[in-house]
């Protein structure tokens, strides 16, 4: 357990899991489903999770930005010294799909750093949180463990996350580039992805796509940096938080560390950057 940040460890895991039972009371319902865009639905469960979030952080932390998915983007917000990014809802194709899994997503960023942060599958009442450079951990069954990520790289076999339904078609060639055995291991949202990584049930997961935005990544590389994990864009640059878009228009990759150079040239190697 990390020294540093001790209130919004405490406050943020409760929050995480009061919005987890919103979500899981409209999953239990016949639920309706609107789409902002192409594929890109929402339902009741989304706004209520961000309800609570958003106004619940309000209150506790006054003086910080926020930004979240479901409302519109205030750059006022984004200047500020700390500023939460939430993804109330990580994975909603997934909760229509009723796969469970989905997760909340709550990440604190300081300085334009990436801090804190708290993945929480409600389905499976799992909750990942970590401090950037600190320390990791999962707390499931009441029980709190400290959780580090696997050391897997070349030439041993590498297991890759891949999405269970929008599974990209380069990750054909990147696994041919990484000159190592690769097992996929399919899995849902961004959160639950990362769970594995957490988990040391995978070592690397790479999401090409811009379709990913810093809400999905803040509370997602302060954890795995916390349990010794690398998370960066698709060319190894640093995810910039301060720029105009909120979007990660250069992917993602997040991976045990271990292998992180090797995936970055095997992702070179394929023409993908």
Not at 111 to 121: D, T
Not at 234 to 239: E, L, Q
Request: proline share 5%.
């Amino acid at each position: 357990m990390g020294d540093g940040y001790t209130r919004e460890q405490e406050v943020i895991a409760d929050l995480a899991r009061i919005a987890g039972q919103a979500i899981l009371e409209v999953y239990a319902s016949s639920f309706e489903v609107r789409y902002k865009g192409p594929d890109d639905p929402v339902t009741d469960a989304d706004l209520r999770a961000e309800e609570i979030i958003v106004s619940c952080l309000s209150r506790g932390f006054p003086a910080d930005g926020i930004v979240s998915e479901e409302r519109p983007v205030s750059e006022e917000a984004r200047r500020k010294t700390r500023v939460w990014y939430v993804d109330p809802l990580d994975g909603t194709g997934e909760f229509v799909a009723r796969t469970g899994e989905f997760a909340v997503i709550i990440g604190l960023l300081e300085q334009g750093v990436s801090k804190f942060g708290v993945i929480y599958r409600p389905v499976d009442d799992v909750l990942y949180a970590g401090i950037r450079d600190e320390s990791a951990w999962i707390i499931t069954g009441g029980e709190r463990r400290r959780t580090r990520v696997s050391e897997a790289a070349p030439p041993h076999p590498l297991r890759l996350a891949v999405s269970r339904s929008h599974r990209h078609q380069t990750m054909d060639r990147i696994k041919a580039r990484l000159g190592t055995a690769v097992t996929e291991v399919s899995c849902g949202s961004v959160g639950a992805k990362i769970g594995l990584l957490l988990s040391g049930l995978a070592d690397v997961y790479v999401e090409p796509s811009p379709y990913t935005s810093k809400w999905d990544v803040c509370g997602v590389e302060a954890i795995l940096r916390g349990a010794d994990g690398c998370l960066s864009d698709m060319a190894g640059g640093p995810i910039e938080y301060d720029g105009p878009d909120v979007r990660n228009r250069r992917g993602f990759v997040a991976t045990n560390r271990a292998c992180h150079n090797d995936v970055l040239a095997a992702i070179s190697a394929s023409g993908l950057t």
